[in-house]
């Protein structure tokens, strides 16, 4: 299974970016809980079960999606050397 990165930068299937701000515990059931807010306009900060953040995406549902998870780790390469 992936692993959240904190201040990584994601792409939803659907096409929107997105920057995990931390990950939380839920107090009652003590599962992993993703922060996350997108990065257009006044994007709320948003959370989501890690597994489902992590989960792959519903093939039959979306045939015509590319991308193999719900969130996808970007690489952004810097241009300062």
């Not at 939803?12 to 809980?33: Q, R």
């Amino acid at each position: 299974m992936q692993e959240i990165k904190i201040k990584g930068i994601y792409k939803h299937f659907k096409g929107d970016y997105y920057i995990v701000e931390d990950i939380a515990k839920d107090c009652e059931t003590l599962d992993d809980l993703v922060i996350y807010r997108g990065l257009y306009g006044t994007s709320p900060l948003w959370v989501r079960k890690k597994e489902d953040f992590l989960g792959k995406v519903d093939k039959k549902k979306y045939p015509n999606i590319n991308q193999d998870y719900k969130f996808q780790l970007q690489v952004i390469d810097s241009k300062r050397k």
